[in-house]
């Protein structure tokens, strides 16, 4: 079975900061990830999706995500955090054919401070 | 283009009750899941459908049930309303089965008291 597991429950950095979430799958097979973000009573949003055709996956809102199959990571990046990044971060998993529903991650709220 | 639309957004059912929750998926996408979102146990899935056939069911009790249309609209019912039911519902559609993200709707959040 197919599983994502999310390092750190909340992360806080400062408004310009560097922002790193992370990210380790389990699968058997190369995987499709995702990274999602919710916002306060909001459903999730696409930031980033990885399907082999890159390692270095770049998403919305200036956030990017690196595939490295040697350490099974898919860690979240972006260089500058904003206060307007304040939110849920989620990873997760997604397997092929009859095995194609979303396995998440357990998030990761990120805070931005000044 | 129109995103997931999901309603109701908020509501309160009793213990014993059922409920009913719609979504509509984004035009032309044909694969519609469901996921429950709760503090304790975070985001799980419920059920798939394409093209009308559940494809895919995660770990509920039988009491949790959807359907898909031919429109690829999608209902879940849940009967039998128990106090642990209390969640934010999302419904998700993607083009089709295969390496693509799905798109959320904004979440029915139920209440059961």
């Known amino acids: 079975a197919q599983s994502v597991t999310q390092l750190g429950s909340h992360v806080s950095v400062s408004e310009g900061a560097l922002v790193l979430l992370r990210c380790n799958y389990s699968s058997s097979v190369p995987p499709y990830l995702f990274w999602y973000v919710q916002y306060p009573n909001q459903g999730l949003q696409l930031l980033l999706k990885?399907?082999?055709?890159?390692?270095l996956v770049k998403g919305i809102n200036g956030f990017e995500a690196e595939f490295k199959k040697s350490e099974t990571s898919f860690h979240l990046t972006k260089p500058s955090a904003h206060m307007s990044d304040a939110a849920e971060y989620f990873c997760?998993?997604?397997?092929?054919?009859?095995?194609?529903?979303?396995?998440f991650g357990t998030g990761t709220r990120l805070q931005v401070t000044l | 283009k129109a995103g997931v639309t999901q309603t109701p957004r908020y509501l309160i059912k009793t213990r014993g009750q059922q409920v009913t929750l719609s979504c509509s998926p984004i035009?032309?996408?044909?694969?519609v899941s469901w996921y429950q979102q709760t503090p304790g146990q975070g985001l799980q899935f419920l059920f798939e459908?394409?093209?009308?056939?559940?494809?895919n069911k995660g770990n509920f009790p039988g009491r949790f049930s959807g359907r898909q249309f031919s429109n690829s609209r999608s209902e879940m019912n849940v009967s039998t309303l128990e106090l642990g039911d209390s969640a934010l519902y999302l419904c998700a559609s993607s083009l089709k089965q295969g390496p693509y993200g799905y798109t959320f709707g904004s979440g029915t959040r139920l209440t059961v008291v």
């Open positions: 990885y399907t082999s055709a890159a390692t």
């Open positions: 035009s032309g996408h044909r694969s």
């Open positions: 997760a998993v997604r397997g092929t054919g009859t095995a194609s529903k979303l396995t």
């Open positions: 459908y394409f093209s009308e056939t559940q494809r």
